[in-house]
């Protein structure tokens, strides 16, 4: 296996990799950005869930509204597993995109409506942050399309309230997770604390009282030792 890494920043590595995959006839290219097959790939996500909380006794209908907070990158993961989560729950599934302050990328395109059209960059935002499997300029055009009409909302947070909450999470629970891993942590707080979001969608205090709220984190098994403690340092 040969891993090749750039210098700029995730777009440019994607179409490198685009570009070096289409001369070669034996090299299948993933294609984060624009890959309908990655996303509903993901999408099977949904069907799963629902078969492990069905297993769970856990109810989710609209006395019992489950809220999912997902950290979003270029967005195809995180767009498929909400895709997903959509058809097995219905309107009984709300579901946010957790970004870095510095990448906002899919908030900034579904909400200017221009999607992969504009970046953070184009608004002088610099696109670096800890979280770097979330550090994205340009969201995929084809998730935000898809996607912006059955999202919830949409939050952001800076590195160091990720790294408090990694912190936070292994000394708990004892469950070691990457930096951008953390990014949905803040969600449950965010959500339950806003009065506005609550009134609009028209929620009672008793489904809130009786809600799942999910933190879909993407991993940080593989982070070698060195790096975790580096990571765990950095948290108050």
Known sequence: ??????????????????????????????????????????????????????????????????????PCGVGGGPGGVAFGLKLAFG??????????????????????????????????????????????????????????RLLDGFYSLDDQTMYDMLGWLAEEEGIRLEPSALAGMAGPQRVCASQAYQQ???FTAGQMRNATHLVWATGGGMVPEEEMAQYLAKGR
């Open 200 to 202: 609009m969608h028209g």
């Open 91 to 148: 309107d009984n599934v709300h579901c946010f995109f957790a970004e870095p302050t510095h990448s906002p990328c899919m908030l900034l395109g579904v909400y200017t409506g221009l999607h992969d059209q504009i970046s953070v960059q184009d608004l002088g935002i610099d696109n670096l942050t800890a979280a770097d499997g979330l550090a994205v300029g340009r969201a995929s055009g084809f998730v935000g399309r898809a996607m912006e």
């Open 1 to 70: 296996m040969t891993v090749v890494e750039y210098e700029e920043d995730y777009g440019v590595a994607v179409e490198q990799g685009r570009k070096a995959a289409e001369s070669d006839p034996n090299c299948f290219f993933i294609d984060d950005e624009n890959s309908r097959t990655l996303f509903l790939g993901y999408s099977v996500a949904g069907e799963r869930l629902k078969a492990q909380f069905a297993r769970e006794g856990r109810v989710v209908d609209a006395s019992h509204p489950l809220f999912v907070y997902l």
